[in-house]
Nanobody, 118 residues
């Protein structure tokens, strides 16, 4: 059974930081490029960051460059998203996703809430 389980979200003050984790099981994690998406209230889901299978290539949305860092540890079947200098506009449900060979989401996690507020 394929599972992607996000953790590490919560309520954070502006300027704070946190690390999201995505624990994967049921498929060969090291064979899939991975991404983090987010969906804010009333907005469409947007791609935040992506990482290739080996973890050597990353891409970020312009809105998060310099503040977000995506990484992975294949031996632990886990994907990470470090978020620094959080802003209220980062408030959203954050999802991890495994990508197919065309770079499209193939598996999804259930999402984890990040709320940035004072």
């Amino acid at each position: 059974q394929v599972q992607l389980v996000e953790s590490g979200g919560g309520l954070v003050q502006p300027g704070g930081s946190l690390t999201l984790s995505c624990a994967v099981s049921g498929f060969t994690f090291s064979s899939y490029a991975m991404s983090w998406y987010r969906q804010a209230p009333g907005k469409e889901r947007e791609l935040v960051a992506s990482i290739n299978t080996a973890g050597r290539m990353t891409n970020y949305a312009d809105s998060v460059k310099g503040r977000f860092t995506i990484s992975r540890i294949n031996a632990k079947n886990t994907l990470y998203l470090q978020i620094f200098n959080l802003k209220p506009e980062d408030t959203a449900l954050y999802y991890c996703s495994a990508l197919d060979g065309l770079g499209s989401p193939y598996y999804w996690g259930q999402g984890i809430q990040v709320t940035v507020s004072s």
